[in-house]
C-alpha cells in the first residue's frame, strides 16, 4: 500500500528555535518523489521542497531542508530559525512512479510559532 | 504566487445544483490536476489532463467530469450537489504528465460550500 503517515497532528514552537515535523511513507516502489507542501490559513497550497528517492544528498531550500533516511522510509522536513509566518499547516507528500500521476499526502501538522 | 490561477474563489450554491471551476495552469505547463480538500478526507486527487487528454483519474465520482481545452486551461463541472461535495478544490499544474520529480504547483483553491 502507498502511504504517507504524519504523526504529529499539531506542534507549538518558539519562535526563532527550528522544528523538525515528522513524516514516514511506505510504497514498494523504488523510484518516487517526496514533496512538502505548507498551507496557511488563507488556504493556499505552497510547495516547498523536493526529494528524489535516488538522490545522494538531501535537499535543501532557504530555510527549509529535508531529512531523507530511506532505510527507515522518513522524510521529516526542518525549519531552522522558524519565524512567525511559518505558522501553517504542512503536508508530507509522495509520487510513485507507478502512479503516474497522483500524489498522496499525508493528513498534515499544524504548525504554531509562538513570538 | 504559484501561477496558477483559479476561478471563483468562493462559491455559495444549493443541493442539486451544478457548478463549474476553472483553472489556468501556469505558463508552459502541460498538465493539469484536480484536488479536493475536505476535512474528513483530507486531500484527494480527483483527476489529470494532460496536453488535453485525460491522463489519470483518482477518486473522482461520477456526477463529476473535467476537460482541458486546446489553450491548456481546464474546467471541473461538478452536478448534483450534496451537502458533502462542500469542500476546497484545488488546481494544480506541472510541466510535464508524469515522473516522479514532476512537482506540482497549486493554484489558490475554490471553496465550494453546498446548502
Known amino acids: 500500500a502507498q502511504k504517507i503517515t504524519q504523526t504529529q497532528p499539531g506542534m507549538f514552537v518558539q519562535e526563532k528555535e527550528a522544528v523538525t515535523l515528522d513524516c514516514t511513507y511506505d510504497t514498494s516502489d523504488p523510484s518516487y518523489g517526496l514533496f512538502w507542501y505548507k498551507q496557511p490559513s488563507s488556504g493556499e497550497m505552497i510547495f516547498l521542497i523536493y526529494?528524489?528517492?535516488?538522490?545522494?544528498q538531501n535537499a535543501t531550500e532557504g530555510r527549509y531542508s529535508l531529512n531523507f533516511q530511506k532505510a527507515r522510509k522518513s522524510a521529516n522536513l526542518v525549519i531552522s530559525a522558524s519565524q512567525l509566518g511559518d505558522s501553517a499547516m504542512y503536508f508530507c507528500?509522495?509520487?510513485?512512479?507507478?502512479?503516474?500521476?497522483?500524489?498522496?499526502f499525508g493528513s498534515g501538522t499544524r504548525l504554531s510559532i509562538r513570538p | 504566487d504559484s501561477g496558477v490561477t483559479q476561478t471563483p474563489k468562493h462559491l455559495i450554491t444549493a443541493t442539486g445544483q451544478r457548478v463549474t471551476l476553472r483553472c489556468s495552469p501556469r505558463?508552459?505547463?502541460?498538465?493539469v490536476y484536480w484536488y479536493q480538500q475536505s476535512l474528513d478526507q483530507g486531500l484527494q486527487f480527483l483527476i489529470q489532463?494532460?496536453?488535453?487528454?485525460?491522463?489519470a483519474k483518482g477518486n473522482i465520482l461520477e456526477r463529476f467530469s473535467a476537460q482541458q481545452f486546446p489553450d491548456l486551461h481546464s474546467e471541473l463541472n461538478l452536478s448534483s450537489l450534496e451537502l458533502g461535495d462542500s469542500a476546497l478544490y484545488f488546481c494544480a499544474s506541472s510541466p510535464r504528465g508524469s515522473g516522479s520529480s514532476n512537482e506540482q504547483y497549486f493554484g489558490p483553491g475554490t471553496r465550494l460550500t453546498v446548502t
Open positions: 505558463s508552459g505547463d502541460l498538465s
Open positions: 507528500a509522495m509520487r510513485p512512479d507507478s502512479s503516474a500521476s497522483k500524489i498522496i
Open positions: 489532463y494532460y496536453n488535453g487528454e485525460e491522463r
Open positions: 526529494q528524489g528517492s535516488y538522490d545522494q
